[in-house]
């Protein structure tokens, strides 16, 4: 006997209702449920990070939340991240820096480091800095770049986005 | 010209919105999933399992064991080198009798859903009467120890090289012999294995995604095994989370979910998790090296041998012994070695078979080398910088043929400057201060070290590469290559070299890698080859277009061919701007009924062109590293590395410098931190990210890098020499060297990977061995 949960979650800003089983992990209800399959899945224990996305605009491990943990709450994927033919300035920035190779850790970085930039704005993080960078990127695994053009992106994206918002 | 700028690759925009298309991304109506029931014992006799109560569960279709597969499927050796018979050590798709690694594939349950398919796979019932593991790879190979197979542990037992070695030992002033172990560790790859296949019941198709590296030769393979006709069979080109070696080798999967799709005339959905992944694909490195060189007195070597002992795993699979004997081959490096033998054992032991891995046989072999001339250097009273250019082959003494051979081919080092190379890496380590920052490290009282290490790649193995170029209506240019696109950015290489010869931008062509009806000839990507060969390969075909296009062109113009320049998607007549007409025109002019196309000709703008070359060509390079060693915890921390590498001709330098950087993390993981354990009973003990620590941005420092292309590579039209594995390559040696620096130690440091324990044993014990 299944234990089935009807749900409400917004993804990207949009409304979704559905039938989900509780056991279901929010990644395979993001990737197989609702089609977001930019969500990746390295490692199903919450080590890789290529599974991260924003709950509530905090960085969550898809893999480790119950997709039923979602119920009326706001999920960002990599798929909302562009605005319609434009790369965000951070998607732009990994393609200028060589920050991706195969593209599969990709998706988690960019949610990971839009949380992350979204924190530092709130707080007023001051200008960035490549350790503190650098720090932030640990959390996740790339076995492709080894994570210069990762950190190299983020770093660029934090500093533009400091001085546009600086008063 | 494109080549040799750094173009934004053409896959990232679809990665970097979430549309790249992976294995598991994809699903089809009716789609059953499948989960790999393996064994959980080291070795043993297995009897039938009982799968009763696995196939009575909820949404459960079958459950499959070896008494349900034809008989005697054993999946074969890719790569046959050095005429080693191998069958009676290849692995079968599932276990029928014997189990003999944990993780060895013994059933598998079909459900309608992936979680009934786990839950079910729990209810196999397994019967297993448990026989002691056999692990250290010395035990197996020595007489009268458990034999693992009727024949034997010891699978393959030969030697390489040329020479009189024992004259030259007995000739020298000096002998310096070490012995170097390399941890087993591997590929990893960031997307687990996934597979779908998908039989058309209209056709007697099936259609499979998720095959890489070799789609080519896997579908033939796997129409051999299920007694189709290889046309039959369509794998799908995929986006593929890294390889590295790995990936795409036809593993008991390949066979399987193929084999139930066509069975059950449904998709079948198989996705690994990455406990799975650990035990099941491919290991890597594991190695015993007693290396000695003899020296004359002024330092220059003599002769060279090496004793290896390679522990393979539980089977000998696709890869057979190629990497022993690349490990071998390509041992003596970048040297001047008069006499060497390198002799390898094939050890068969009870844990995960082997396969390649980026730089596979030379991460291993360089660091047992450079590992010797440190030592050699210290007992010579020489620097280590002045025992390898005395000893690097010098440029007019190349080409040099070695009296041996690998992957088929002689070893011939092509050209090039090795001292040359070794002075501009140290010139650039001294302009970036690596020195500077070792002298202020130790007057703070740091352990800290300089490391140094010199290497030999190869790269573009053929024999052959097939391309096809076609330009569609809209002018459109088409490259469908026999590469494939693992990460490494394969796609916009092959535009750049297409756009090149034909004379248009690169956004102008697309790319397709690996899909098995578009590119029937296709040899697959790895062993560095992609950019070589099916470049090559793509330069030719996209020539002969562009002649083809320019012989049309002609016609429609009322000129001369030779007349003719074709740039930015036009062909001109020189000296009259308004004569011209486009690649889309003269395309169009190609069509059946086209009063440009004359009788007998065939319709279309496309060729097929195939590169053919004997020999691999070599790449070399350098790398330097500054380490400090923690005295309290034995923790390593690299400050800075240089890799220093011989490209011959970038096409796309950053994407050269991406690999570059991209391997030597993956070496900094081989050298200080990954490592699969066992424990006595041949339990892995590395079985998730938690306990096989792969390096973070915490551990691997910005990578300097210095690309030179001052020697074009003499075998193919392009100059290019392959990137793939330089970054990797030496990490072993250069780490080993700066640990070693760091400490003083007089001998080696003996083993990797050198995780804080061993580097405090050798702090407190010094090196030796």
Known sequence: ?167 | MTIGTSIPRKEDPRLLRGQGRFGSDFARPGQLWARVVRSPVAHGRLGPPGTARAAAADGVVTVITAASLPPGLAIPVRLQVQYADLTGYLQPVLAAGTVRYVGEPVAVVVAEDPYAAEDAAELVELDIEEAPAVLDAAAAAAPGARALFPGGNVAADFALGYGDVAGAFAGADRVVEIEVEIGRHGAVPLEPRALLADPEPATGRLSIFGMTKVPVFNRDLLASLLGMDETLIHVHAVDAGGGFGARGEFYPEDFLIPWLARTLQRPVMWVEDRAEHLVAVNHSRQQVHRIAAAFDASGAILGLRDDVLHDNGAYCRTHGIIVPELTVAMLPGPYRIPAYQGRVRVVLTSKTPCGTYRAPGRFEGSTAREQLLDVAAHKLKISRNEIRSRNLLRADELPCQRSMSTLGTDVVLDAGDYPALLAKAQAEADRLGYADEVARGRRAGRLRGLGVAAFLEKSGLGPQETADVVVSRTGAVHVFSGGTSLGQGIETVLAQIAADALGVDPDQVSVVNGDTDRQPFGGGSWASRSTVVAGSAVHAAAGAVRDRAAEIAARMLEAAPGDLISERGRISVRGDPGATVTLAEVARATAPGCPHLRPGEPAGLSARRRFEVAHMTYPYGVHIAVVDVDPGTGGVQVLRYLVAYEVGRAVNPALVAGQLRGGAAQGIGGALLEEFCYDENGQPQSATFMDYRMPTAAEVPPIDVLITQDSPAPGNPLGVRGAGEGGVSAAGAVLASAVRDALGLAGSVGRLPLTPARVQELATNGGGR
């Open chain 1, 1 to 167: 006997m299944k234990d089935t949960h009807l749900i409400r979650v917004r993804v990207n800003g949009r409304e979704h209702e559905l039938a989900v089983e509780s056991r279901r992990t929010l990644a395979d209800m993001l990737r197989h449920d609702l089609g977001y399959t930019g969500t990746h899945l390295g490692c199903e224990h919450g080590i890789c990070g290529a599974c991260t996305v924003l709950v509530d605009g905090a960085p969550a491990r898809a893999c480790l939340m119950f997709g039923v943990q979602a119920d009326g709450r706001d999920v960002a994927t990599v798929e909302g991240l562009a605005d319609g033919e434009d790369l965000s300035d951070l998607q732009q920035a990994f393609s200028d820096w060589h920050g991706l190779q195969c593209g599969f850790c990709t998706p988690g970085f960019l949610m990971l480091a839009e949380g992350y930039l979204a924190e530092r704005r709130v707080q007023d993080g001051g200008e960035p800095s490549e350790q503190q960078i650098r720090d932030v990127v640990a959390a996740n695994l790339c076995r492709c770049t080894g994570y210069q053009g990762i950190v190299e992106a983020v770093l660029e994206t934090a500093r533009r986005r400091h001085a546009r918002e600086a008063p």
